[in-house]
């Protein structure tokens, strides 16, 4: 019997594309941790990386990696979860060489390397893509690996997988720090992590506090009032177990957005004297990239309650286990 067959809420993801995470419900979310824990054990113990043993029956092929915006944590960790499950990355980096350069539109794009049969289709892209009508348009699943400020579902999910693998969590306070208006982390942080019982707060300047009424359209509608807000980042910091700092996102902050980085690092950046304010057991989390010396500062590395790198870690098997289950013949 294999794996999948004993875990049956994984195969609601089983063809599904993942664009939002309000698809799926929690149980289902957590068999997905479940069998990425099951990947990640099994990779401690068998260090010649093969998973052979495990894959049970997926499909074999070609999985396209589509990159319209920048990344490298994200990028590269589906690109290992392709290899590492015996299938094979097709990559196309927009900024080199592709005919994007000739005035290719991203979703003209996307249609013809579809016709080329993969077996599912990664995509980052800007807000301006409409994935959801995409995926009417192609037969195969597509899985929203980062799209403009609307989500980064699999962000959110290795996030939690994090908190989940280290305690529980219902009850946790967790605190998103810094630029939470123009953070797709962020907003798919807020489909997701109340539902499995964990308390947000945001903390930063007004002009990060989301303004609109719905962070995502057609997800899970919250009001900003409701949010639990904390101007002041000594405070935040006596309220929660966990924080998540998140990048100053200077390239998407539009003209209205008044930002100084010093201003910003004087009264939110995380150094080792704010760590003394946050629990013993509280952790500290940053999807990355890292602005070093403006929301979090190098020494804080030091600190045994920083989980960055293992977020990462984290993450390359949390994306196995989820292509993994909509591959599963
Ligand atoms: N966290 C994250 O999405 O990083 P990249 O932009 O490097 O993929």
């Known amino acids: 019997m294999s794996y ?36 990640q054990e099994y990779s401690k113990s068998h260090p010649d990386g093969d998973f052979a043993d495990i894959l049970g029956s997926i499909k074999k092929g070609v999985v396209a990696l589509l990159f319209f915006e920048n990344s490298t944590r994200t990028r590269m960790s589906f ?36 016709s080329m049969d993969p077996k599912a289709v990664v995509i980052r892209c800007g807000d ?9 348009k192609i037969k195969m699943p ?12 699999t962000q959110a999910l290795l996030d939690l997988f994090t908190l989940w693998r280290e305690r529980p969590l219902k009850g946790t306070r967790l605190m998103i720090v810094g630029d939470i208006l123009h953070s797709r982390v962020a907003s798919s942080h807020f489909e997701i992590f109340e539902r499995l019982g964990v308390e947000i707060a945001g903390c930063g300047p007004q002009v990060f506090k989301p303004v609109q009424e719905p962070i995502v359209e057609g997800t899970k509608t919250r009001a900003t009032s409701e949010l639990k807000w904390f101007n002041d980042l000594n405070e935040g ?4 177990d966990v924080v998540i700092a998140l990048r100053v996102q200077t390239e998407r902050h539009s003209a209205h957005v008044n930002f100084f980085s010093e201003d910003f690092r004087s009264q939110y950046g995380i150094n080792l004297e704010k760590m003394k304010l946050l629990k013993p057991d509280g952790l500290l989390l940053h999807p990355g ?41």
């Open 4 to 39: 999948t067959s004993k875990n049956p809420k994984l195969k609601v993801f089983k063809n599904k594309s993942l664009l939002h995470l309000s698809q799926f419900s929690e149980d289902e979310i957590v068999s997905l941790f479940e069998e990425a824990k099951r990947l």
């Open 79 to 114: 690109e290992s979860a392709v290899h590492n499950l015996a299938l094979k990355p097709l990559l196309l980096d927009a900024h080199s060489g592709s005919s994007l350069h000739k005035g290719e539109t991203p979703e003209d794009t996307i249609l013809n390397i579809a």
């Open 128 to 136: 301006r893509l409409d994935l959801d009508s995409i995926s009417q």
């Open 142 to 153: 597509i899985i929203n690996a980062g799209w403009g400020a609307k989500g980064h579902p």
């Open 237 to 240: 910091l006596n309220w929660c």
């Open 289 to 329: 990239p890292v602005n070093w010396g403006i929301e979090l500062d190098r020494e804080i590395l030091s600190d045994p309650r920083v989980r960055i790198l293992q977020q990462v870690n984290n993450g390359l098997y949390l994306r196995m286990a989820l292509l993994k289950s909509i591959l599963e013949c």
